[in-house]
């Protein structure tokens, strides 16, 4: 599961959000009279399907790593929560033995279950505002895409990089 989290299952992870999300707004546009009888503000709705979304989101992905994690259980066994992930402390440029640590599995886990509902919400949000100024749910979908991959496009040595799963 650390490999998962440290190569590119926070990739999968996000582009679970926006793609669950990518259409909030634009189906509203092709059904109007869905939502012309209901007594909701416009900002409430939004809300609403912005929870909605990030609940059936965490919900698929909970499925998705549940049995991820009973398919490497049943391969390798489960293993132990008391072993050691090493971590950087990046502060600056350099990189001294220092600035290296260690934390167990279970924390780790424990700060990536943390993060990822966070990330989720906040890349459902954003794909909100992209549906607000772009009426296209494919173009919502291609440029939150572009936000999320865009390591692929830069420099493995750019320092504006921001890595995720890191």
């Known amino acids: 599961m650390q490999k998962f989290f440290r190569q590119y299952g926070m990739f999968f992870v996000l582009f679970c959000a926006i793609y669950f999300s990518s259409d909030l707004l634009s189906r509203d546009r092709q059904n109007r009279t869905v939502l012309q009888g209901l007594p909701l503000s416009w900002y409430r709705q939004l809300n609403l399907k912005t929870a909605s979304s990030f609940l059936y989101t965490i919900v698929v992905l909970t499925i ?3 049995i991820g994690i009973i398919l490497l ?3 390798y066994g489960f293993g132990y ?3 050691h992930v ?3 402390l990046i502060q600056n440029d350099a ?3 220092e600035e290296y640590g260690v934390m167990t599995i279970a924390a780790y886990l424990g ?3 943390l993060v990822i509902p966070i ?3 906040l890349f459902i949000r954003l794909n909100v505002i992209f549906s607000l100024f772009f009426k296209n749910e494919w173009l919502v979908l291609l440029i939150s895409s572009l936000v999320v991959f865009r390591k692929a496009f830069h420099d493995e040595n750019d ?3 921001v890595r995720i799963g890191y």
């Open 81 to 83: 929560f008391d072993l």
């Open 159 to 161: 320092e504006r990089v």
């Open 119 to 121: 990330l989720v919400f």
């Open 86 to 88: 090493p971590t950087i």
């Open 95 to 97: 990189y001294p033995r």
């Open 64 to 66: 998705v790593l549940v």
């Open 111 to 113: 700060k990536i279950a």
């Open 73 to 75: 259980t049943l391969q």
